[in-house]
């Protein structure tokens, strides 16, 4: 158990902890108030209470513990570790949030932009905690699993698996609201797969040599001489730094 604290990055638990937190707010405040459902464990739980009528607090417990444990057999105990600081991190989010009113009291309304900006906070905030190896919950346990042993793209596998659980739930559920939820899947997905392939550290390094860069001048054929850096430069500088030294990848 030492050998996985010392691979432990404080950096990756800080964005573990920020996912979890964009997580929350995203779901207290967009899919709980729209009604938009759920592919994936949360779709499937609802699918065995429908069927044969197994509660999802008893139903969702042991799939989401199959889940890890399959997690933690593919991908080792860090997975686990980080895991658990992630999905404590959604629940503690989740209660101060609940402490407030929701922002977005009407969405339910404009179902369509709930779907679309339900899945920008799902996809960004799950894709925060898939990079840095932990997961939220046991969809994204099993995603991480899945991506291991199958030659797919993550985005892919979250996307399949959560087809199959709405397609399954038109037995019960009117097709009016499974479009929406539909939308949502796919959409958190690809972000998600996308989160997975930005090249943040690059990034990061080549705007700050372009920042340097021109703080510099030719002098003839001689070399470059060095320029003060202003006050407007030097703070976007030091944001950069900061980011750089919080973002691992």
């Known amino acids: 158990m030492r050998s996985v604290w010392k691979e432990m990055k404080l950096s990756s638990v800080l964005l573990l902890l920020l996912g979890s937190a964009i997580l929350a707010f995203g779901l207290y405040n967009i899919h709980s108030m729209s009604n938009v459902t759920e592919g994936g464990i949360l779709g499937l739980t609802l699918l065995l209470e429908y069927w044969f009528g197994i509660s999802p607090s008893v139903s ?12 933690w057999k593919l ?11 992630s999905s404590i991190g959604f629940s503690v989010f989740y209660g101060i949030f609940e402490q407030f009113d929701p922002l977005f009291p009407d969405i339910a309304t404009k179902p369509l ?22 997961a939220p919950t046991g969809d994204d346990a099993l995603a991480m699993s899945l991506d291991r042993v199958l030659p797919l793209d993550i985005q892919w596998i979250y996307l399949i698996s959560d087809l199959v659980v709405l397609l399954i739930s038109l037995t019960y559920i009117p097709v009016s609201k499974i479009i929406y939820s539909l939308l949502t899947v796919i959409l958190s997905g690809q972000i998600i797969g996308v989160m997975q392939k930005i090249q943040f550290r690059k990034r990061i390094k080549r705007t700050l040599i372009l920042l340097l860069w021109n703080q510099t001048e030719r002098v003839g054929q001689r070399g470059w001489r060095y320029q003060p850096i202003d006050r407007k430069h030097l703070l976007l500088l030091r944001i950069l730094i900061l980011r750089s030294f919080c973002i691992c990848f």
């Open 60 to 71: 969702g417990f042991i799939l989401t513990v199959l889940c890890y444990l399959l997690g």
């Open 75 to 85: 991908l080792g105990k860090l997975f686990l570790v980080y895991s658990f600081i």
């Open 113 to 134: 932009l709930a779907a679309v900006v339900g899945a920008i906070f799902v996809g960004v905030s799950v894709g925060l905690c898939v990079r840095v190896g932990g």
